[in-house]
Nanobody, 118 residues
Framework: VQLQASGGGLVQAGGSLRLSCSVS????????VAWYRQVSGQPRELVAQ???????TYKESVKGRFTISRDNRERAAHLQMNSLKPEDAGVYYC?????????????WGQGTLVTVSS
């Protein structure tokens, strides 16, 4: 299973970025996809998740600003981040979990860095 994350970069506060996670090696229809953020010295925290049939979950602080979506045909998930704040900065990791079985395996992609200047 391979996850390819992209879309990070430097943006001014108030700006937007769109992260993408391309998935290969697993039936895309069996997985939930999530984005986690990690800042130096802190554990990874869940930012947003989209489950198999489209139900979503968001970290409270990003509700109304971030939107997670999935394109089963493209085998990709996206995180549209608007009205970015300096506290949104960090390394964002794509995560997928096989939810078609109990205790399904999860996989992580490489991180993509998001920097928000004030």
């Amino acid at each position: 299973v391979q996850l390819q994350a992209s879309g990070g970069g430097l943006v001014q506060a108030g700006g937007s970025l769109r992260l993408s996670c391309s998935v290969s090696g697993i039936d895309f229809g069996r997985i939930a996809v999530a984005w986690y953020r990690q800042v130096s010295g802190q554990p990874r925290e869940l930012v947003a998740q989209i489950r198999r049939f489209g139900a979503t979950t968001y970290k409270e602080s990003v509700k109304g600003r971030f939107t997670i979506s999935r394109d089963n045909r493209e085998r990709a998930a996206h995180l549209q981040m608007n009205s970015l704040k300096p506290e949104d900065a960090g390394v964002y990791y794509c995560n997928v979990r096989d939810v078609s079985v109990v205790y399904g395996t999860e996989y992580w992609g490489q991180g993509t860095l998001v920097t928000v200047s004030s």
